[in-house]
């Protein structure tokens, strides 16, 4: 003590003494700016600028400051509390961070490792109690940011935390087995599929929680299932439910040789077509998955068929649930079938017959017999001995009093049916390049059904229907070469003449007579005109123009077209003027044209005009009145049965046969309405009409489509008009 005291006196003289030396203020500014200058000293200038800090003291100082302030301070904070600089204290901040590893630096804040210690005693002390705190939640409580917090406290679990973080979740591990047992518990009594988010309401599990425990329990095998779906639709399905599932789907397809998709959605299975395809050998159909033991099944039928010249029907084969498109699905999939079509060694009919061509050569060698026996009948002679004739069917028909039969076109969904038929028919038809030779009368379709189905009982009518239209073609070549054989080789002009003559009288009177009644209309319009010229009028033309081409020998099919019409025509240099010229009248807005254009070329082409009197205009009225009534007696089309009526309506008011078009058919109600008809007549048709209108802007699928109640609404207004005009 007594050496302190001296030094402490020691002390107190040297501060007494006076000194011989001192620096002023403005001396000792200098001299520490040269020093600076010199960088033999680094001092910081206070924000005042009257004080010096060292970058040591200045490091002192933030320290100091984070511990007064409990291990968190905001960097912006210490530019006041040390009036220095931010760009010195920021930049001296980030070498204390770089240095100090118990420091860091998030967001503009210094956060020392002791006050994150104490959030985690903090965390930890609410976790006891809740059992699970989200980081968002401590985020916003401790106003830190999410991914720092989320950072640094994955760095302290299992060493401060006592606590597991999954999905931004912290969970003790007391309340994570908590949920555990509540999640097996719940889930292990189910038998059947469960929706996640049905459980996860009854058990108040957050719901990353519960994933995360389903996912933990099935993976360590303590809960038997899995989970199907996702999100909302996510479901349990206990592996129970999915053994006695499988179990039932492989004995019903062991079984049957086939299943259907909605039973395996029956069963919640999902993506049932992907399912079978990956469990079972078969084919995939619309409503359902076959076997391929089945599959061979079948194609062992169509091979046994074709190869003994026979016919086989596939339904009875097949599962009945199948549809039409599972049918010919299973037919387009059997190579050796498709094989056989390819080669014409068999047919499809009515979408499951398979008919071989040895069977259809059978029928054909049946009808054949017929056809050539009935060449021989003295009835037939005409036709085998006239001239390549296009008009030979419309001639066979109206003697007969019915239609010949169509060539095939096969049913819907079929696959190669009637092809010798399409084909026949299109050499029968042609394209206007060579004669053509319609002899079906010779083979009459109910005649050739009625054969077949005497000598093939067992077939069903609609095959037998289908098997005679496959081989109309083949019968009308047979018909064909008999008449060739027959054929003389001189053309009887007289009845070609006549016949001509016949045709010609029949349309120009036609045109006379529609002409008449156009001029008559109440209502004058060019749209009657026109329309007796696009129809009488060029079929009128057309039959001149076949006429010279027979007379000139140029060989030509029934016109169908203007451009095979023109190409006619200019094969006809002595009267191609004239023709083009009647031609062009078909054109024109006013049948009087015509007409007369039809006097001037009358005598070029050797044709005599009869007169159309006033008796031959009441007779042939007279006649289209009763064709009409016929027809109407006969039609179940209400447009059709619309449009007869109001023509036949108007000829009972004027005592004329109208030739219109149907979007005449209002101008034509227009004039009836103006000639004082009961009003329930009027009434009648105003009402037709409209309903014709909606009718007319449906499709045919739309229409059959339609409610019962309009199909009633239809069929009495058919009723009411045929009742109205046929009394």
């Known amino acids: 003590m007594d050496e302190i005291r001296k030094l402490q006196e020691q002390f107190k003289k040297l501060q007494e003494q006076d000194t011989s030396h001192r620096l002023s203020e403005r001396n000792c500014v200098e001299i520490i700016l040269k020093l600076i200058a010199l960088k033999k000293i680094d001092l910081i200038y206070t924000m005042d600028g009257k004080e010096y800090l060292t970058p040591q003291q200045l490091e002192y100082e933030i320290k100091d400051e984070i511990m007064a302030h409990k291990g968190r301070l905001n960097v912006v904070d210490l530019q006041p509390i040390l009036n220095v600089d931010l760009s010195h204290i920021e930049a001296k901040v980030q ?40 980081i968002e939640e401590l985020a916003g409580r401790f106003n830190l940011g999410v991914e720092y917090l989320s950072e640094r406290l994955e760095q302290r679990l299992n060493k401060g935390i006592k606590a597991h973080l999954e999905d931004g979740i912290l969970y003790t591990e007391a309340h994570v087995e908590r949920q555990e047992a509540i999640v097996r518990g719940a889930l292990s009594a189910f038998t059947r599929p469960v929706a996640l988010a049905q459980v996860i309401s009854k058990t108040s599990v957050a719901e990353k929680l519960f994933f995360h425990v389903l996912d933990k329990l099935m993976s360590q095998g303590r809960l038997a299932g899995n989970v199907q779906g996702k999100a909302e639709r996510a479901q349990f399905v206990p592996s129970i439910f999915e053994k006695n599932r499988e179990k039932a789907v492989e004995q019903f397809f062991k079984q049957n040789g086939y299943i259907a998709y909605n039973y395996l959605t029956k069963l919640q299975i999902a993506n049932p077509k ?43 084969l097949l599962p009945p649930i199948l549809s039409m498109s599972d049918i010919q699905a299973i037919l387009q999939a059997d190579s050796f079938l498709q094989q056989s079509l390819k080669s014409e060694k068999a047919v499809i009919f009515i979408d499951t017959y398979v008919c071989s061509k040895g069977f259809l050569n059978q029928c054909l060698a049946l009808l054949e017999k017929r056809v050539q026996d009935n060449c021989k009948k003295p009835e037939n002679k005409k036709l085998l001995l006239s001239d390549s004739n296009p008009e030979i069917e419309s001639d066979a028909k109206s003697k007969k009093g019915k239609k010949a039969p169509e060539p095939a076109k096969g049913k819907k969904g079929g696959k190669g049916k009637g092809k010798k038929a399409r084909d026949d028919d299109d050499d029968d038809e042609g394209s206007g390049k060579g004669k053509v030779y319609e002899y079906s009368a010779l083979f009459p379709h109910e005649e050739m059904v009625t054969l077949l189905t005497d000598h093939f009982s067992e077939l069903s009518s609609d095959l037998i229907e289908e098997i005679v239209n496959n081989l109309e073609g083949s019968l009308n070549e047979i018909a064909k070469k008999t008449a060739q054989s027959l054929f003389t080789a001189t053309t009887d002009k007289k009845k070609v003449a006549a016949d001509f003559s016949s045709k010609f009288d029949n349309l120009y009177f036609n045109f006379l007579l529609f002409l008449e009644s156009a001029k008559a209309f109440p209502e004058p319009s060019s749209v009657l005109d026109k329309h007796l010229l696009k129809t009488v009028g060029n079929d009128i033309v057309n039959l001149i123009v076949e006429q010279q081409a027979h007379h000139h ?15 006619i025509i200019a094969k006809i240099p002595v009267i191609s003027k004239s023709l083009d010229k009647l031609v062009k009248t078909l054109s024109s807005e006013k049948a009087d044209d015509f007409v007369e254009e039809l006097d001037q070329i009358a005598d070029k082409c050797e044709i005599k005009l009869k007169k159309f009197d006033k008796k031959a205009s009441k007779a042939l009225s007279m006649q289209h009145r009763e064709e009409l009534l016929k027809q109407l007696h006969s039609e179940t089309d209400i447009s059709k049965i619309y449009h007869l009526a109001l023509v036949l309506q108007y000829y009972k008011s004027f005592s004329q046969i109208l030739h219109i078009p149907g979007r005449f058919l209002s101008q034509v109600l227009s004039v009836l309405k103006s000639q004082k008809l009961p009003e329930n007549v009027v009434s009648l048709l105003e009402n037709a009409d409209k309903e014709v209108v909606s009718f007319l802007k449906l499709d045919e699928k739309q229409r059959e489509e339609s409610s019962p109640e309009q199909h009633q609404v239809w069929e009495a207004l058919a009723a009411d008009l045929k009742k109205l005009v046929l009394g």
């Open 95 to 134: 070498e204390i961070i770089a240095k100090d590893r118990t420091l860091q630096y998030d967001n503009g804040e210094i956060i020392a490792n002791y006050y994150l210690d104490g959030i985690v005693e903090e965390i930890n002390e609410t976790l006891e109690e809740t059992g699970e705190l989200s």
């Open 274 to 316: 992907d399912h079978l395809k990956n469990k079972f050998k078969g084919l995939s159909l619309q409503t359902c998955y076959i076997s391929s033991d089945l599959l061979i099944q079948v194609e062992a039928n169509l091979q046994n068929a074709i190869a003994t010249d026979s016919y086989i029907d596939v339904l009875p």
């Open 553 to 567: 020998f140029i060989e030509v099919d029934k016109i169908k077209t203007a451009s095979e019409r023109n190409a």
